[in-house]
């Protein structure tokens, strides 16, 4: 099997930000993670670490673990922020409020919005 994708590599040393991404799930009980996205030079989103209080080896962990490294190999593969963020489910909070229906969601819309931000939270779609 050959492999057709052009998957562009971060260089070994790169620039780096970190914020936090609130999150309310399921049970309306907001989560805070702490996001790291590693950038190209040109300033392009390219990696994806997050960190939860969470334990190791947990579920939820396991599951913010996996979600970051499919988001980094997608915007490796060309993928943009806009098009994460926008394929993701959303789930309404009000009759004009949408928020992010899974934290993979929350993350993508967090790289939408840039790297100042500070949370992705409700947002009208």
């Given amino acids: 099997m050959t492999d057709t994708t052009s ?7 790169r620039p780096s930000a970190t914020h936090v ?6 049970d309306d009980q907001p989560t805070e993670f702490a996001v790291t996205v590693g950038f190209y030079l040109d300033g392009r989103p390219g990696e994806v670490f997050a960190a939860s ?3 190791v080896g947990s ?4 599951l913010l673990d996996d979600s970051c490294v499919a988001i980094s190999i997608a915007l490796q593969n060309g993928v943009t ?6 394929s993701m489910g959303r789930t309404p909070i009000s009759r004009t ?4 229906a899974s934290i993979i969601g929350a993350i993508a819309e967090g790289l ?7 949370k992705a939270e409700a947002a009208p779609r």
């Fill in 53 to 55: 209080s969470g334990k």
């Fill in 81 to 86: 922020p806009e098009a994460l963020a926008h």
């Fill in 97 to 100: 409020e949408t928020q992010p």
């Fill in 59 to 62: 579920a939820m962990r396991t």
């Fill in 112 to 118: 939408m919005q840039g790297p100042g931000v500070e």
């Fill in 21 to 26: 991404i609130r999150w309310a799930g399921s």
């Fill in 7 to 13: 998957r562009e590599r971060l260089p070994a040393r």
